[in-house]
């Protein structure tokens, strides 16, 4: 088996050894110092370590919840359809369930992927494979997180709730794509991007084109940032037979990534322009524009270091649209 050295901030094997730590775990994070010590493979199931998987979950469902209260400021009336306090509260409530959801997902791909993570150096610390806990226990806290899942969509329109529920089809897949198609990372786009329908929803109790496309958009996005992170582990990929879009691509991967971002970019273009937002969600667009061009020129595919933080860096895009779309909500 191929060794790579851990990415930084995160700790060795031999950490492991000495304190039960994952190899891809961040060093010197809460978890490890205020959680009881019998609950942190539990922590370590759901990354709790890494909370860049459920900011990036998060995104879509506060770009959608924001265009929403945009969109009604300026193209349905002038009259925001909820009150404040009350997005407020959805976006609470979208961050817990996003803790939850990604949670669960990280537990249930570990249980899928016993096996597949024993073989490989920089996953084969994690809990399951070894040994810190049972897979019995893993599918009691798997199921206790989509049950606080549960009571979040509870919380929203029935609309909502079935659209929320529909979502766990595709996360049901996932874990199954690496075995039959290069294209896993689609499909993880699927999953990933549901909020951009969310966050419409909670707010309208239904779906129209702008939310529509905002998901395609954020498919692209995911297939894009989530092939810079599977580059980190091509070799192991390739031992063990697992598909990715990063073996898929290869030295061309830059020119794929480019074509994902301008599509991903063009169909913001068109969701925002479909509502008639104003200048400020150019500005912040504009900005993520840049930050997504600068990832291209600086990719080193066979930097793993540099993979994974350029696919952290993936979470300032989150910032800067947001931070345009509550311009535009308030001005």
Same mark, same amino acid.
């Given at each position: 088996?191929?060794?790579?050295?851990?990415?930084?901030?995160?700790?060795?094997?031999?950490?492991?050894?000495? *304190?039960?730590?994952?190899?891809?775990?961040?060093?010197?994070?809460?978890?490890?110092?205020?959680?009881?010590?019998?609950?942190?493979?539990?922590?370590?199931?759901?990354?709790? *370590?890494?909370?860049?998987?459920?900011?990036?979950?998060?995104?879509?469902?506060?770009?959608?919840?924001?265009?929403?209260?945009?969109?009604?400021?300026?193209?349905?009336?002038? *009259?925001?359809?909820?009150?404040?306090?009350?997005?407020?509260?959805?976006?609470?409530?979208?961050?817990?369930?996003?803790?939850?959801?990604?949670?669960?997902?990280?537990?249930?791909?570990?249980?899928?992927?016993?096996?597949?993570?024993?073989?490989?150096?920089?996953?084969? +610390?994690?809990?399951?494979? +070894?040994?810190?806990?049972?897979?019995?226990?893993?599918?009691?806290?798997?199921?206790?997180?989509?049950?606080?899942?549960?009571?979040?969509?509870?919380?929203?329109?029935?609309?909502?709730?079935?659209?929320?529920?529909?979502?766990?089809?595709?996360?049901?897949?996932?874990?199954?794509?690496?075995?039959?198609?290069?294209?896993?990372?689609?499909?993880?786009?699927?999953?990933?991007?549901?909020?951009?329908?969310?966050?419409?929803?909670?707010?309208?109790?239904?779906?129209?084109?702008?939310?529509?496309?905002?998901?395609?958009?954020?498919?692209?996005?995911?297939?894009?940032?989530?092939?810079?992170?599977?580059?980190?582990?091509?070799?192991?990929?390739?031992?063990?037979?697992?598909?990715?879009?990063?073996?898929?691509?290869?030295?061309?991967?830059?020119?794929?990534?480019?074509?994902?971002?301008?599509?991903?970019?063009?169909?913001?273009?068109?969701?925002?322009?479909?509502?008639?937002?104003?200048?400020?969600?150019?500005?912040?667009?504009?900005?993520?524009?840049?930050?997504?061009?600068?990832?291209?020129?600086?990719?080193?595919?066979?930097?793993?270091?540099?993979?994974?933080?350029?696919?952290?860096?993936?979470?300032?895009?989150?910032?800067?649209?947001?931070?345009?779309?509550?311009? *535009?909500?308030?001005?």
């Amino acid at each position: 088996m191929i060794n790579r050295p851990a990415p930084n901030g995160t700790a060795s094997n031999h950490d492991h050894d000495i *304190e039960g730590r994952v190899a891809d775990a961040v060093l010197g994070h809460w978890a490890d110092h205020y959680l009881p010590a019998w609950f942190r493979p539990y922590a370590r199931l759901s990354r709790l *370590e890494r909370p860049i998987g459920w900011w990036l979950l998060l995104w879509p469902c506060f770009w959608s919840l924001a265009m929403a209260l945009a969109a009604s400021n300026r193209y349905f009336g002038g *009259e925001m359809p909820i009150g404040l306090t009350t997005a407020l509260y959805y976006a609470f409530l979208f961050w817990i369930g996003a803790v939850a959801m990604r949670g669960a997902g990280c537990t249930y791909n570990d249980i899928v992927d016993f096996k597949i993570d024993a073989s490989v150096e920089r996953t084969r +610390s994690r809990p399951l494979p +070894s040994g810190q806990v049972s897979r019995k226990q893993a599918w009691l806290w798997l199921g206790l997180q989509l049950f606080v899942g549960l009571l979040v969509l509870l919380q929203f329109n029935s609309y909502a709730q079935i659209l929320g529920l529909s979502s766990l089809l595709v996360v049901a897949a996932y874990p199954f794509m690496k075995r039959i198609t290069h294209w896993p990372q689609f499909v993880l786009g699927l999953a990933f991007s549901w909020g951009g329908l969310m966050g419409w929803a909670v707010v309208y109790g239904s779906l129209d084109f702008a939310p529509i496309v905002l998901y395609f958009a954020c498919i692209v996005w995911t297939i894009g940032y989530d092939t810079i992170y599977a580059h980190q582990d091509k070799e192991d990929d390739i031992l063990i037979g697992v598909k990715s879009t990063a073996l898929l691509f290869g030295d061309n991967t830059k020119l794929w990534l480019a074509g994902f971002y301008s599509v991903m970019i063009a169909l913001m273009v068109v969701a925002f322009v479909s509502v008639d937002l104003g200048p400020f969600i150019w500005i912040g667009l504009g900005l993520a524009s840049i930050h997504l061009a600068r990832q291209i020129i600086i990719l080193d595919i066979d930097d793993a270091d540099q993979c994974l933080a350029l696919f952290k860096s993936n979470t300032n895009i989150g910032y800067l649209i947001v931070a345009g779309l509550l311009i *535009e909500v308030w001005i």
